[in-house]
């Protein structure tokens, strides 16, 4: 029997107002305290949601929310926080914690939310949008970097959750694809607020996202996508012997290899609970329509050279492929192949610490070294103090 105070205390719905318009949420009391449906609230948020087995996952904006089913506590950010109740799935449909919504996301969104518990109302505070693209009239470029402006990376570890990615032939203690790209990325991720860069990351945990919500989640608060993948080789005669980096940006498919590896990549879809038609076959559209093809190969060019210029096994060069991860990125985007798990040395470089700091530093350099050039053409198109 749901008690009679939890009753009285909570509302019968909340409203969300964002900028995407104002929503109002119905607050269920089924398992005895008040809960939220996901997907109700989603739209409203912007929020992207993966369940693995007993664990959900929810990212709104660079704050990452990460749930046990039937457990009463979230963590987000290294804490962790108790919670009314726990999740839960009802009719296929993820329930979570009204307090979450109304206590954990003011919490984390560092005064982005705010909850007005007499109007059962939570606000998305508007602020005051940032020029990006204007240089300003008296700019000071950060020490470590020369950039004057300031820039947001979208990272994406490809793979995760039930997509293992490949299984990584000589990868020491079961570590397979989904493993390794989200240590690098990590460190990527490092490197570049190193930089005093904005990074925002597709996934922080094992966790499966689909194709084209990895590349839409850099839009219009992004400056550069940038997806992280390890290559394998089929079985044959060049499998074990093959090696080295290489850096692909959305473009046809020129050769076998190239063709290989895009549909290596794109058969993640697989793994999608859902998968419209001809989610494939709009790729080859997107290239006609992409005006970030030019800028993507720059970038792409960019960081190979860094990133060959670390690797032992050497230089593969700038590919061109129609992947699914890149298509639906409205930003100059890339694909970085880090080696080759069917290699024992690429292998054994990037499961080591080592080996995934020196490539994480190099691409974050390659990324550094775009955002340079994109600057001067800015500042010629655009000089400094408006002349």
């Known amino acids: 029997m749901i008690p009679l105070l939890a009753l009285l205390l909570a509302p019968s719905q909340v409203v969300i107002a964002t900028p995407r318009g104002v929503t109002a949420v119905p607050v269920t009391m089924e398992r005895g305290s008040a809960a939220v449906a996901v997907l109700r609230v989603a739209d409203i948020l912007g929020l992207t949601t993966a369940l693995d087995g007993s664990q959900a996952t929810i990212a709104l904006g660079n704050s990452v929310f990460v749930f046990q089913l039937g457990a009463p506590f979230v963590r987000t950010g290294g804490d962790v926080y108790a919670l009314m109740c ?49 240089p300003p009239l008296d700019p000071s470029p950060n020490p470590m ?15 995760g959750g039930v997509d293992p990615g490949n299984p990584g032939l000589y990868f020491p203690n079961g570590l397979v694809e989904k493993d390794i790209t989200l240590s690098i990325a990590r460190l990527l991720r490092a490197e570049l607020m190193r930089r005093g860069l904005t990074v925002r990351m597709t996934r922080m945990t094992d966790t499966l996202l689909d194709l084209a919500d990895r590349g839409a989640a850099c839009s219009n608060e992004c400056d550069l996508f940038v997806s992280i993948h390890v290559n394998a080789m089929p079985s044959g005669p060049r499998r074990e012997q093959t090696r080295g980096v290489e850096t692909y940006f959305l473009s046809d498919a020129k050769t076998e290899d190239q063709k290989r590896v895009a549909k290596m990549e794109n058969d993640a879809i697989r793994f999608e609970a859902a998968i419209a038609t001809g989610d494939l076959g709009f790729i080859l559209r997107d290239l006609q329509s992409n005006e970030y093809l030019r800028e993507s190969a720059r970038l792409a060019e960019l960081v190979q050279r860094e990133a060959s210029g670390v690797h032992p096994g050497g230089d593969r060069g700038v590919q061109q492929a129609g992947f699914m991860v890149l298509s639906t990125a409205r930003r100059p985007a890339i694909l970085v192949e880090a080696g080759f798990a069917t290699n024992r040395d690429d292998a054994t470089f990037l499961a080591s610490g080592f080996g995934e700091h020196k490539l994480a530093s190099a691409i974050a350099g390659g990324i550094v070294a775009y955002l340079r050039e994109f600057e001067r053409k800015l500042a010629v198109v655009a000089p400094m103090g408006g002349r």
């Open 86 to 134: 726990a999740p839960y799935l009802a009719r296929d449909t993820l329930f979570v914690p009204l307090d979450w919504l109304v206590v954990s996301v003011p919490r984390a969104s560092s005064g982005r939310f705010r909850w007005d518990p007499g109007a059962a109302r939570l606000d998305e505070v508007p602020v005051a949008p940032v020029a990006v693209r204007a």
């Open 145 to 159: 970097t020369g950039l004057r402006l300031p820039h947001a990376i979208v990272i994406d570890p490809g793979h």
